[in-house]
T-cell receptor
Framework: DAGVIQSPRHEVTEMGQEVTLRCKPISGHDYLFWYRQTMMRGLELLIYFNNNVPIDDSGMPEDRFSAKMPNASFSTLKIQPSEPRDSAVYFC???????????FGPGTRLTVL | QKEVEQNSGPLSVPEGAIASLNCTYSDRGSQSFFWYRQYSGKSPELIMSIYSNGDKEDGRFTAQLNKASQYVSLLIRDSQPSDSATYLCAVKRAYGGSQGNLIFGKGTKLSVKP
Protein backbone atom coordinates (compact mmCIF):
# COMPACT_ATOMS: atom_id res chain seq x y z
CA ASP A 1 0.00 0.00 0.00
CA ALA A 2 1.33 3.43 -0.90
CA GLY A 3 2.27 5.75 1.94
CA VAL A 4 1.50 9.44 2.21
CA ILE A 5 2.31 11.16 -1.06
CA GLN A 6 3.46 14.76 -1.27
CA SER A 7 4.24 16.97 -4.22
CA PRO A 8 6.36 18.65 -5.21
CA ARG A 9 9.37 17.25 -3.35
CA HIS A 10 11.32 20.45 -3.87
CA GLU A 11 10.08 23.95 -4.61
CA VAL A 12 12.15 27.04 -5.21
CA THR A 13 10.28 30.28 -5.68
CA GLU A 14 10.73 33.99 -5.36
CA MET A 15 9.36 36.16 -2.61
CA GLY A 16 5.80 37.24 -3.31
CA GLN A 17 4.88 34.21 -5.38
CA GLU A 18 2.07 31.82 -4.54
CA VAL A 19 3.10 28.34 -3.46
CA THR A 20 0.81 25.31 -3.35
CA LEU A 21 1.85 22.09 -1.64
CA ARG A 22 -0.13 18.93 -2.18
CA CYS A 23 -0.78 15.82 -0.13
CA LYS A 24 -2.51 12.50 -0.67
CA PRO A 25 -3.06 10.64 2.64
CA ILE A 26 -3.02 6.90 3.09
CA SER A 27 -6.28 5.43 1.85
CA GLY A 28 -8.75 4.95 4.68
CA HIS A 29 -7.08 7.39 7.05
CA ASP A 30 -9.41 9.99 8.46
CA TYR A 31 -6.92 12.41 10.01
CA LEU A 32 -4.57 14.60 8.01
CA PHE A 33 -1.89 16.87 9.46
CA TRP A 34 0.33 19.58 8.01
CA TYR A 35 3.65 20.26 9.77
CA ARG A 36 6.54 22.61 9.15
CA GLN A 37 10.11 21.78 10.20
CA THR A 38 12.99 24.21 10.59
CA MET A 39 16.24 24.02 12.48
CA MET A 40 15.23 26.91 14.72
CA ARG A 41 11.70 25.87 15.61
CA GLY A 42 11.73 22.11 15.07
CA LEU A 43 8.60 20.31 13.90
CA GLU A 44 5.47 22.43 14.30
CA LEU A 45 1.87 21.45 13.65
CA LEU A 46 0.20 23.94 11.35
CA ILE A 47 -3.29 22.48 10.95
CA TYR A 48 -5.07 19.17 11.02
CA PHE A 49 -8.28 17.77 9.56
CA ASN A 50 -10.61 15.01 10.67
CA ASN A 51 -12.94 13.62 8.01
CA ASN A 52 -12.00 16.54 5.75
CA VAL A 53 -13.00 19.14 8.35
CA PRO A 54 -10.36 21.48 9.80
CA ILE A 55 -10.18 20.85 13.55
CA ASP A 56 -7.32 23.01 14.76
CA ASP A 57 -5.59 25.68 12.69
CA SER A 58 -4.02 27.53 15.60
CA GLY A 59 -0.57 26.69 14.29
CA MET A 60 -1.06 28.45 10.98
CA PRO A 61 1.38 31.35 11.26
CA GLU A 62 -0.68 34.04 9.58
CA ASP A 63 -3.29 34.79 6.97
CA ARG A 64 -0.84 34.13 4.17
CA PHE A 65 -1.25 30.42 4.92
CA SER A 66 -4.38 28.48 4.04
CA ALA A 67 -5.20 24.79 3.83
CA LYS A 68 -8.03 22.85 2.27
CA MET A 69 -9.16 19.28 2.12
CA PRO A 70 -11.83 18.99 -0.57
CA ASN A 71 -12.07 15.21 -0.24
CA ALA A 72 -10.67 12.29 1.72
CA SER A 73 -7.78 11.74 -0.66
CA PHE A 74 -6.39 15.23 -1.25
CA SER A 75 -5.26 18.28 0.67
CA THR A 76 -3.43 21.46 -0.21
CA LEU A 77 -1.41 23.97 1.78
CA LYS A 78 -1.13 27.35 0.10
CA ILE A 79 1.15 30.26 0.90
CA GLN A 80 0.30 33.57 -0.71
CA PRO A 81 2.41 35.66 -0.87
CA SER A 82 5.46 33.65 0.09
CA GLU A 83 8.33 35.15 2.11
CA PRO A 84 11.92 33.97 2.70
CA ARG A 85 11.06 33.08 6.31
CA ASP A 86 8.63 30.47 4.98
CA SER A 87 11.58 28.40 3.79
CA ALA A 88 11.30 25.04 5.54
CA VAL A 89 10.41 21.40 5.01
CA TYR A 90 6.67 20.90 5.02
CA PHE A 91 5.39 17.48 6.00
CA CYS A 92 1.98 16.00 5.58
CA UNK A 93 0.96 13.11 7.83
CA UNK A 94 -2.12 10.97 8.12
CA UNK A 95 -3.56 8.59 10.68
CA UNK A 96 -6.58 6.41 11.35
CA UNK A 97 -9.16 6.99 14.06
CA UNK A 98 -7.37 7.96 17.25
CA UNK A 99 -4.76 10.09 15.50
CA UNK A 100 -2.06 8.53 17.64
CA UNK A 101 0.11 6.80 15.06
CA UNK A 102 0.83 9.35 12.39
CA UNK A 103 2.48 8.33 9.14
CA PHE A 104 4.53 11.06 7.55
CA GLY A 105 5.00 11.80 3.87
CA PRO A 106 8.46 12.47 2.40
CA GLY A 107 8.07 16.23 2.79
CA THR A 108 8.36 19.21 0.47
CA ARG A 109 11.49 21.31 0.82
CA LEU A 110 10.47 24.89 0.13
CA THR A 111 13.00 27.61 -0.57
CA VAL A 112 11.78 31.19 -0.97
CA LEU A 113 14.40 33.51 -2.40
CA GLN B 1 9.25 26.97 29.43
CA LYS B 2 9.05 24.97 26.22
CA GLU B 3 6.38 22.32 26.12
CA VAL B 4 8.70 19.47 25.16
CA GLU B 5 12.43 19.78 25.74
CA GLN B 6 15.25 17.61 24.55
CA ASN B 7 19.01 17.98 24.58
CA SER B 8 19.92 18.73 20.97
CA GLY B 9 23.16 16.77 21.18
CA PRO B 10 24.93 15.47 19.30
CA LEU B 11 25.09 12.40 21.49
CA SER B 12 27.94 10.20 20.43
CA VAL B 13 28.19 6.57 21.57
CA PRO B 14 30.40 3.68 20.43
CA GLU B 15 28.88 0.75 18.58
CA GLY B 16 27.44 -1.80 21.00
CA ALA B 17 26.89 0.70 23.81
CA ILE B 18 23.60 1.85 25.31
CA ALA B 19 22.32 5.18 24.06
CA SER B 20 20.11 7.12 26.46
CA LEU B 21 17.87 9.87 25.13
CA ASN B 22 15.88 12.10 27.44
CA CYS B 23 12.82 14.34 27.19
CA THR B 24 10.87 16.50 29.63
CA TYR B 25 7.42 17.97 29.12
CA SER B 26 5.50 20.77 30.77
CA ASP B 27 1.83 19.69 30.49
CA ARG B 28 1.28 17.63 33.62
CA GLY B 29 -1.96 16.20 32.23
CA SER B 30 -0.34 14.67 29.15
CA GLN B 31 -1.17 11.00 28.74
CA SER B 32 0.52 9.79 25.57
CA PHE B 33 4.19 9.88 24.67
CA PHE B 34 6.04 8.93 21.52
CA TRP B 35 9.50 8.57 20.10
CA TYR B 36 10.06 9.22 16.42
CA ARG B 37 13.26 8.57 14.52
CA GLN B 38 14.27 10.86 11.68
CA TYR B 39 17.18 10.08 9.39
CA SER B 40 18.86 13.03 7.73
CA GLY B 41 16.75 14.29 4.84
CA LYS B 42 13.91 11.88 5.62
CA SER B 43 10.57 12.06 7.36
CA PRO B 44 9.92 11.09 10.99
CA GLU B 45 8.84 7.52 11.70
CA LEU B 46 7.25 6.26 14.89
CA ILE B 47 9.39 3.77 16.80
CA MET B 48 7.89 3.69 20.30
CA SER B 49 4.82 4.81 22.18
CA ILE B 50 4.19 4.70 25.93
CA TYR B 51 1.13 5.60 27.96
CA SER B 52 1.71 4.44 31.53
CA ASN B 53 4.49 4.83 34.07
CA GLY B 54 7.31 2.37 33.86
CA ASP B 55 9.20 0.69 31.06
CA LYS B 56 8.09 -0.58 27.68
CA GLU B 57 10.45 -2.75 25.69
CA ASP B 58 10.47 -3.47 21.96
CA GLY B 59 13.53 -5.26 20.70
CA ARG B 60 16.59 -3.13 21.37
CA PHE B 61 14.45 -0.14 22.33
CA THR B 62 13.07 0.63 25.79
CA ALA B 63 10.87 3.62 26.53
CA GLN B 64 10.62 4.81 30.12
CA LEU B 65 7.97 7.12 31.53
CA ASN B 66 7.81 8.93 34.86
CA LYS B 67 4.74 11.16 34.96
CA ALA B 68 5.51 12.52 38.43
CA SER B 69 8.79 13.88 37.14
CA GLN B 70 7.31 14.69 33.69
CA TYR B 71 10.12 12.76 32.12
CA VAL B 72 10.28 10.25 29.30
CA SER B 73 13.37 8.52 27.96
CA LEU B 74 14.43 6.14 25.23
CA LEU B 75 17.18 3.58 25.69
CA ILE B 76 18.77 1.91 22.69
CA ARG B 77 20.75 -1.21 23.59
CA ASP B 78 23.57 -2.59 21.45
CA SER B 79 23.63 0.63 19.43
CA GLN B 80 24.40 0.23 15.74
CA PRO B 81 25.69 2.78 13.22
CA SER B 82 22.30 2.45 11.52
CA ASP B 83 20.74 3.97 14.67
CA SER B 84 22.47 7.27 13.88
CA ALA B 85 19.59 9.70 13.41
CA THR B 86 17.69 12.45 15.17
CA TYR B 87 15.21 11.20 17.76
CA LEU B 88 12.11 13.29 18.33
CA CYS B 89 10.07 13.12 21.51
CA ALA B 90 6.36 13.88 21.04
CA VAL B 91 3.63 14.42 23.60
CA LYS B 92 -0.11 14.38 23.03
CA ARG B 93 -1.90 17.28 24.62
CA ALA B 94 -4.35 16.41 27.35
CA TYR B 95 -6.71 19.36 27.08
CA GLY B 96 -9.24 20.73 24.67
CA GLY B 97 -10.99 19.12 21.74
CA SER B 98 -7.86 18.85 19.66
CA GLN B 99 -7.53 15.11 19.81
CA GLY B 100 -4.75 15.01 17.26
CA ASN B 101 -2.32 17.54 18.64
CA LEU B 102 1.18 16.18 19.05
CA ILE B 103 3.82 18.53 20.41
CA PHE B 104 7.31 17.64 19.26
CA GLY B 105 10.63 18.40 20.86
CA LYS B 106 13.41 19.65 18.60
CA GLY B 107 15.12 16.30 18.72
CA THR B 108 18.41 14.79 19.87
CA LYS B 109 20.94 13.88 17.22
CA LEU B 110 22.51 10.50 17.92
CA SER B 111 25.76 9.37 16.34
CA VAL B 112 26.89 5.76 16.77
CA LYS B 113 30.57 5.34 15.99
CA PRO B 114 31.80 2.00 14.57
Amino acid sequence: DAGVIQSPRHEVTEMGQEVTLRCKPISGHDYLFWYRQTMMRGLELLIYFNNNVPIDDSGMPEDRFSAKMPNASFSTLKIQPSEPRDSAVYFCASSFRTAITQFFGPGTRLTVL
Amino acid sequence: QKEVEQNSGPLSVPEGAIASLNCTYSDRGSQSFFWYRQYSGKSPELIMSIYSNGDKEDGRFTAQLNKASQYVSLLIRDSQPSDSATYLCAVKRAYGGSQGNLIFGKGTKLSVKP
